[in-house]
């Protein structure tokens, strides 16, 4: 088999490689911090602070990702004036999309922690919040870990829309390789299996962070 | 003897339920009293009410004279000195026995880690569970994991313990270890209230014996009288049914 055409596929799915894995970092992380936030909201007794977190996961759960790209991409710089690059655009859009279903992944958690647990820790002495830290979140937290991996790796997946903001990552690649080249075939064959690596080896790390907590 | 704890015209509904009416209670220091009564009578929301777990819908809690059910008086001091130990022993599943134990000493009393390691320790000796410091809870006997509760809300040292139902959760043959435990700490001169179905143990520990019906006390006394002439019929017919499966 004649492999020579990864001598220009290759370096050009590393470069979307990098783009893919940035975007990625920020995205689902900034995602987790306001997963975290809007999760807890869902379930807390402020009704303000609920009724912004539903409107918010609302938002992101009815409406498709690629508009959502779109729509930050085009719309947003129209509206606010900001100039967006299309990497930055492609982080807010991971971030936004990741943070609503992480939420609901919170809230899950959160709720499905015996009450008489936060009992136990208020009737010690432990101030609310030192007893949602110190109580509720590490059960909460293994107990949420499966699902909040399957996220990371949808979002991971998800950055292939992006591609339709222009950003340059991985699919992006593939497709300007398959353009120029018209070696579809290839083009697209290493694009999956380069994913399937990548998807791999997070499903690795899943398996020993869930073996390590399980203790 | 000074009053430590009063409860005074206390009412509690949930909804159209009213499950407290007119309670009123007081504690001196070192008592030990036992609440008994069928389901559903009001003995478990009251004492939850005492530790504010629930809030009362009328009366007040007063704690060393001042009152507990005013919206400015800090509730976590309050239940620094107030410990509850639970039916189901609500142990931190991700923590070690002794952590478990070492939790709030060091969270709320900042007490240094070594200290509060040493009196951990300490009261797991006094539970009889010494060689269990470093186990997780899920390992251990429901007996065993009531006795860690038990343990851990001693490091608090609190002045009053709440027990509700510590031993309904429990297998039979598992209730004397706990039992004990309690009865060393009422003779130490713990000021304790236990909601409890152990009658032999209402009888021999406590000093004062309150029982509750549709959300009333319906009598208090020692437990001698309670147990041997109680006067309300209610108390009458509730003993004569645990007497028959009992045999106190």
Known sequence: MDLSFLNVLFPMLLRGFKVTLAISIFGILIGFVLGCVSGYALQCKNTFAKVIANVYIWIVRSTPIIVQALYVYFVIPKITGIDLNSNTAGIIVIFLNSGAFIAEIVRGALEGIDPGQKEAGLSLGLTPFQTLLHVIVPPAFRSMLPALFNQFIISVKDTAILSIIVVNEITKQIQNYAALSFNTIQAYTAGAVFYMIIISVLIIIQKQVERRIKG | ?248
Do not use: W
Not at chain 2, 49 to 64: A, P, R, T, V
Not at chain 2, 72 to 88: C, I, S, T, W
Not at chain 2, 143 to 166: C, H, K, S, T, Y
């Open chain 2, 1 to 248: 003897m000074n009053s430590l704890l009063k409860v005074d015209k206390l009412s509690k509904n949930f909804g159209d339920l009213e499950v407290l009416k007119d309670i009123n209670l007081e504690v001196t220091e070192g008592e030990v009293i036992c609440i008994i009564g069928p389901s559903g009578s009001g003995k478990s929301t009251l004492l939850r009410c005492i530790n504010q777990l629930e809030f009362q819908s009328g009366g007040n809690i007063y704690y060393k004279d001042k009152n507990i059910c005013h919206k400015n008086h800090d509730l976590r001091e309050y239940r620094e000195e107030v410990g509850m130990v639970f039916q189901n022993f609500n142990l931190f599943p991700m923590k070690t026995v002794l952590s478990n134990i070492m939790l709030a000493p060091v969270l709320t009393k900042k007490k240094p880690k070594d200290v509060a390691r040493k009196k951990a320790l300490e009261l797991l000796k006094k539970v009889g569970l010494s060689e269990k410091a470093h186990v997780m809870p899920s390992t251990l006997s429901g007996g065993q994991q009531q006795r860690v509760a038990i343990a851990r809300a001693l490091a608090m040292e609190p002045n009053v313990l709440l027990f509700d139902e510590p031993t309904s959760a429990l297998d039979p043959e598992l209730v004397g270890g706990v039992l004990e435990v309690l009865h060393n700490l009422a003779n130490e001169g713990m000021t304790m209230i236990l909601v409890t179905h152990e009658m032999k143990f209402a009888r021999e520990v406590s000093d004062r014996v309150i029982f509750m019906a549709d959300g009333y006390i319906v009598e208090e006394g020692k437990p001698e009288e309670i147990f041997t002439n109680p006067k309300n019929e209610r108390t009458k017919t509730f003993l004569a049914r645990i007497v028959g499966d009992d045999n106190i």
